[in-house]
């Protein structure tokens, strides 16, 4: 019975989320619309978390980390986007979190989703899990000590 309690409370919890996902949203590279110093790695521009816009009448359902590397005269130029997800590669989510792609030999990008809020802080992303099965643990040791 207590079981099935617990299970009850997890189930209302989850049952209501919101119905877009929240990101980061915003870039390094100077001619952005959503310019940011800070949104490059290390990360720290935590108050560009928002909840993510309608686009086309649809709610966006990941969260993006674009990091693109360019060879320049001067050095390498590293670009970082966070931005908010409304179609998802099919393949992709079944292979990785993350692929990297190079165009040319002087062009690299590196291109991760998630679908967890404010998950595109970082490149490897699913905590939620492991948040889950902590508060199912906390949850169950708490009824069966009362």
């Known amino acids: 019975m207590k079981i099935f309690f617990v299970f009850i409370i997890f189930c209302t919890l989850n049952l209501f989320g919101v119905d877009s996902i ?4 915003c870039s390094n590279h100077v001619n952005s619309i959503n310019f940011h110093i800070n949104c490059a790695d290390p990360f720290a521009a935590l108050e560009t978390l928002s909840e993510c816009p309608l686009e086309g009448g649809q709610n966006a ?3 993006r980390k674009l990091r ?3 060879d320049t ?3 390498k130029l590293v670009r970082i986007t966070r931005s908010c997800g409304y179609i998802p590669n ?3 989510e079944r292979d990785s979190s993350c ?3 190079s165009f040319t030999s002087a062009a690299a990008s ?3 989703t998630c679908n967890e809020n404010a998950c595109n802080k970082v490149d490897t992303i699913n905590k939620n899990s492991l948040i889950t099965i902590i508060f199912l643990l906390t949850a169950l040791y708490g009824v ?3």
């Not at 929240?22 to 949203?25: A, E, L, S």
């Open 22 to 25: 929240k990101c980061y949203q």
């Open 68 to 70: 693109q590397t360019i």
């Open 99 to 101: 692929f990297r792609a």
């Open 144 to 146: 069966n000590n009362f």
């Open 61 to 63: 359902t990941l969260c």
């Open 73 to 75: 005269p001067d050095g």
């Open 90 to 92: 099919e393949q992709k």
């Open 110 to 112: 590196k291109y991760c």
